[in-house]
C-alpha cells in the first residue's frame, strides 16, 4: 500500500475549520494542525486557517530550542489584516515567553520578549475593530508578568504565573485558548 494525502473537498473547508478549532480546544494541537494543512492544500491563502495553523504552533511551545518560533512567525506574517497580523504576533512572543517561564528559564533574561509582545499588542490596539479590546487584555497580562518578573517574585511563582491559562487545550490539563468573537 502507498498511502498518500487525500484532498478535501472546498465546500467543506468551514466544518474543518471548525474541527479544527474543537481539536484546538481539546488540547489536540497535532490534530488541529493536520486539518488546517488539508486546507492549505486546497485554499493556500485561507486566513482563518494560516491564523489557526499559528496559534496552534504556539500551543505546543514548550520553551525549548525545538520549538516552531520561526515557522509561526512565517505563518503569521502571511495574515493580511494588519490588527490580525499584529495581534497574533503579539500571542507569539507573549506564549513563547510564557514557555520558557515554565521550562525554568531566568525570568529577567524573558523580558524583551514580553516588551516585545507588548510593542505587537500597542500596535494592534491602534488599528483595532470597533468594541474589539482582547490587544488591550493581552497587554495587560504582559504588564502584570513583567511587575511579577521585575517584583522580583520567587521562579516558582512567576512560572506558575505564567501557566495562567490552563492551557485552552485541554485533557487533565486544561489551556486557556485565545477565544475570539466574531
Same mark, same amino acid.
Given at each position: 500500500m502507498d498511502p498518500k494525502l487525500k484532498?478535501?473537498?472546498?465546500?467543506?473547508?468551514?466544518?474543518?475549520?471548525?474541527?479544527?478549532?474543537?481539536?484546538r480546544y481539546l488540547n489536540e494541537p497535532e490534530e488541529a494542525e493536520s486539518i488546517c494543512h488539508d486546507i492549505l492544500a486546497i485554499e493556500p491563502e485561507s486566513q482563518a486557517a494560516l491564523?489557526?495553523?499559528? !496559534?496552534?504552533? %504556539?500551543?505546543?511551545?514548550?520553551?525549548?530550542?525545538?520549538?516552531?518560533?520561526?515557522? +509561526?512567525?512565517?505563518?503569521f506574517q502571511k495574515l493580511t489584516d494588519p490588527y490580525e497580523r499584529s495581534y497574533c504576533m503579539g500571542l507569539l512572543f507573549e506564549r513563547r515567553g510564557k514557555a520558557q517561564l515554565r521550562a525554568g528559564h531566568t525570568p529577567q533574561a524573558l523580558v524583551p520578549l514580553f516588551e516585545e509582545a507588548m510593542r505587537y499588542f500597542a500596535e494592534a490596539e491602534k488599528i483595532r475593530p470597533h468594541a474589539n479590546d482582547e490587544s488591550i487584555l493581552r497587554w495587560n497580562r504582559c504588564v502584570? !508578568?513583567?511587575? %511579577?518578573?521585575?517584583?522580583?517574585?520567587?521562579?516558582?511563582?512567576v512560572?506558575?504565573? +505564567?501557566g495562567d491559562s490552563p492551557p485552552v487545550s485541554g485533557g487533565s490539563t486544561s489551556r486557556r485558548k485565545e477565544v475570539r468573537a466574531g
Open positions: 484532498p478535501i473537498s472546498p465546500d467543506s473547508i468551514a466544518a474543518a475549520l471548525a474541527k479544527a478549532e474543537l481539536y491564523r489557526l495553523i499559528g !496559534l496552534t504552533i %504556539t500551543d505546543e511551545f514548550k520553551g525549548q530550542p525545538t520549538d516552531r518560533y520561526a515557522e +509561526a512567525e512565517s505563518t502584570r !508578568l513583567l511587575q %511579577t518578573i521585575v517584583g522580583g517574585a520567587p521562579q516558582e511563582e512560572a506558575f504565573d +505564567a
